[in-house]
C-alpha cells in the first residue's frame, strides 16, 4: 500500500545531449570520405601516395572520435524526490551506477553561477557530502533544473498534502 510519504515529489532523468542522430553521423562520415577520396587523387597521380594514407588516417580518427562521443552518451542521472527521500543515481557510459540517499529536510541545491557563463555548478548539499548533477547539461538547462528541483525541495519540505 502506497502512502503520501513515498509519492513521487519530482522526478527527471537526464542524458547528454547529442546533436547529431545516426543518418547524420553517416552522411557526414560519407561526405567526409568522399572529399578525402577525391584530394587524394591528385597526390596518388603525382606519386605522393603516402598521402593519401593520411586522408585516411583523418577518417578513421574522425570515426573513433564520434564512436567515443557516442558511448558517452549513454551515460544518465536520475534524480527522483518523494517526501522522505532524494534519490539520485548515476549510470555511466560503462554501464557503473552510483547512488546517493538523501533526507529532503537536510538537503539543499547550491547552483554555482557566472555573469558570463551562467549556471556553471549545481550540487545537491546533505550534511558534509555535496553531489555534483546535471554535470552535461548547459547552462540553461543546469538552471531549469534548480529551479524545477528547487521548487520540488520546498514542497516536499512543507510534506504531503492530507487533505
Avoid at 10 to 31: D, I, Y
Avoid at 53 to 77: C, Q, T, W
Avoid at 102 to 127: H, K, Q, T
Wanted: proline share 5%.
Amino acid at each position: 500500500m502506497s502512502t503520501a510519504a513515498d509519492e513521487t515529489v519530482f522526478e527527471a532523468t537526464l542524458t547528454p545531449h547529442r546533436s547529431l542522430n545516426q543518418e547524420g553521423f553517416r552522411l557526414v562520415m560519407t561526405l567526409c570520405c568522399v572529399c578525402a577520396v577525391v584530394s587524394s587523387v591528385p597526390f596518388i597521380i603525382l606519386g605522393a601516395w603516402p598521402v593519401a594514407g593520411f586522408y585516411g588516417l583523418d577518417i578513421l580518427a574522425l570515426f573513433i572520435a564520434f564512436k567515443v562521443n557516442y558511448r558517452r552518451a549513454r551515460a544518465e542521472e536520475r534524480v527522483r524526490l518523494t517526501y522522505v527521500e532524494l534519490l539520485l543515481r548515476k549510470i555511466t557510459h560503462r554501464g557503473e551506477t552510483a547512488e546517493w540517499r538523501f533526507n529532503p529536510l537536510w538537503s539543499r541545491l547550491c547552483l554555482d553561477e557566472d555573469e558570463e557563463f551562467g549556471a556553471l555548478r549545481l550540487s545537491v548539499i546533505s550534511g558534509r557530502q555535496t553531489v555534483p548533477i546535471g554535470e552535461f547539461l548547459a547552462p540553461p538547462q543546469r538552471r531549469d533544473l534548480a529551479n524545477a528541483l528547487g521548487a520540488a525541495l520546498i514542497k516536499a519540505k512543507r510534506g504531503p498534502d492530507l487533505t
